[in-house]
């Protein structure tokens, strides 16, 4: 039999049993063709960014560790490994920029970037068929080094950060018009405290005051749509984070912004999960990091975990697809980065697509009816229906490689390409 006959059988067998449970496969994967996942940039060269200038990754509270060879030199070998990654992923997906990524023919300082410097960018994803979801990068930068950016005491810092996010939104809603969907435009700001401060107060006040500033043009929601990642402690800010969840999440409602919850944002026992029917009672839309942390917030390759499964069921469960925006926040450099975001990015496709398939009339059923008794052995049952077979169709029907095949391409591509690729000083 050949290979394409085992997974169209396979497939067959699994909508067969899908289907005594009521559940139909190929409107799930017709959902999950048109569920869009931002893919994150900055996996393809470390959070680096493409500024004329020596700044590395700091002043950030973010750190990529690993020295695998072939990360990305240019915005062009950007684009290309990202195309690579693109091809092995099924479906279309959503490009997600950070400023940094700026292609300015001189240097341009981060509070005078205009969206002519992202036309790159945006030429890019329009012939990829890619919406665009856009950051401010408020570190990596001399200006954000005392470790306050928008909730500094400095009023020329603060100022430079305001304006900063006030031409970023620009940018977004230029991304946002052009491509015809809006450009959710994310804020995560590092200031904090390494140790334990006396005011607490004063820099979320001014934290609050600057957000103010930023917000206070009223931008077209076709186009833009504003976001603010809290954050629980980074390196550096261990003791004291200024946009801690409790601030964004007031802010959020206040302003009707978006909420941006980073998976890793929070204490390792506390679940993402978990928070999307709570703050959906309140906001209309979210956006979510999808990242994997190790013990802190490190940013590992999302993999296929409990939590994931259970973050994607809470989305699909809630009818939430048309009001979270999943986009993916991690950094390895320890492998090759074109795989990481293959891996991660198919492993959130596949967790929508488990929950897609979940019987969840049968579920809710035994629940309303207080069988829980039912609903327990019915959801451990459910981890065994035959998702996989699902999944390799949807990935041949979208003419992406089936199952481990894809690392074939990134291996070629890294002997063909990414493996020459030198670096000065090293
Ligand atoms: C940092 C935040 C932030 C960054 C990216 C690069 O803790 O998660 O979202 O990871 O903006
Ligand atoms: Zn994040």
Same mark, same amino acid.
């Given at each position: ?20 449970? &009521? ?9 999950? !063709?048109?569920?869009?996942?931002? $893919? ?8 680096? &960014? ?10 950030? &509270? ?29 479906? !279309? ?5 950070? @400023? ?18 992202? @036309? ?29 950016? $928008? ?10 950060? #305001? ?11 230029? *991304? ?10 994310? *804020? ?6 390494? %140790? ?19 917000? @206070? ?14 954050? +629980? ?15 964004? $999440? ?20 506390? #679940? ?43 989305? #699909? ?30 492993? *959130? ?13 049968? +579920?809710?059923?035994?629940? %309303? ?8 052995? *019915? ?6 229906? /035959? ?12 003419? #992406? /490689? ?25």
């Amino acid at each position: 039999m050949t290979r394409t006959k085992r997974i169209e059988n396979a497939y067959e067998a699994a909508r067969q049993r899908y289907a005594e449970l &009521g559940v139909d496969a190929d409107s799930a994967m017709e959902t999950l !063709s048109k569920t869009a996942i931002s $893919l994150h940039c900055w996996q393809g060269d470390d959070v680096g &960014g493409f500024e004329k200038s020596e700044e590395g990754l700091s002043g950030g &509270g973010i750190m990529a560790t690993g020295a695998y060879p072939g990360k990305a030199r240019t915005a062009d070998e950007l684009r290309a490994d990202l195309e690579k990654a693109l091809s092995l992923i099924p479906g !279309s997906h959503r490009l997600n920029l950070h @400023a940094m990524y700026a292609e300015a023919k001189e240097k341009v300082d981060r509070n005078e970037l205009e969206p002519e410097h992202f @036309a790159a960018w945006i030429d890019w994803a329009r012939a990829n068929g890619l919406g665009m979801d856009f950051n401010g990068t408020f570190f990596s930068h001399p200006k954000a080094q005392s470790g306050f950016t $928008l909730s500094s005491a400095d009023e020329g810092i603060r100022r430079f950060w #305001v304006e900063h996010g006030i031409v970023c939104r620009k940018i977004g809603a230029a *991304m946002g018009r052009e491509l015809g969907t809006p450009c959710v435009t994310n *804020m995560w700001i590092p200031d904090g405290s390494k %140790d334990i401060p006396v005011d607490r107060k004063g820099p979320r006040q001014r934290l609050r005051k600057s957000l103010d500033e930023m917000f @206070a043009e009223k931008m077209d929601r076709n186009c833009l749509l504003d976001a603010v990642e809290s954050k +629980l402690f980074g390196i550096g800010s261990e003791c004291y984070v200024v946009g801690s969840h409790e601030f964004y $999440l007031g802010y959020a409602i206040e302003n009707k912004t978006l909420l941006c919850l980073d998976t890793g944002h929070f204490h390792p026992t506390e #679940v993402v999960s978990d928070k999307i029917s709570s703050v959906l009672t309140f906001l209309d839309e979210i956006l979510l990091h999808v990242s994997r942390g190790v013990r802190w917030d490190s940013d590992h390759v999302v993999i296929l975990s409990d939590e994931l499964k259970e973050l994607a069921a809470e989305i #699909v469960r809630g009818g939430y697809l048309e009001r979270v925006h999943i986009g993916l926040d991690f950094f390895d450099a320890s492998i090759n980065r074109v795989a990481a975001w293959v891996i991660g990015t198919r492993c *959130m496709i596949k967790a929508l697509l488990i929950a897609m398939l979940e019987p969840t009339q049968n +579920l809710r059923r035994a629940e %309303d009816a207080g069988d829980c008794t039912a609903r327990l052995a *019915m959801l451990e049952e459910n981890k065994t229906l /035959p998702f996989g077979a699902v999944w390799d169709y949807y990935c041949a029907r979208q003419d #992406v /490689p089936v199952a481990e095949n894809w690392l074939r391409d990134v291996r070629q591509y890294e002997t063909e390409v990414t493996s020459l690729r030198t670096y000065a000083g090293k």
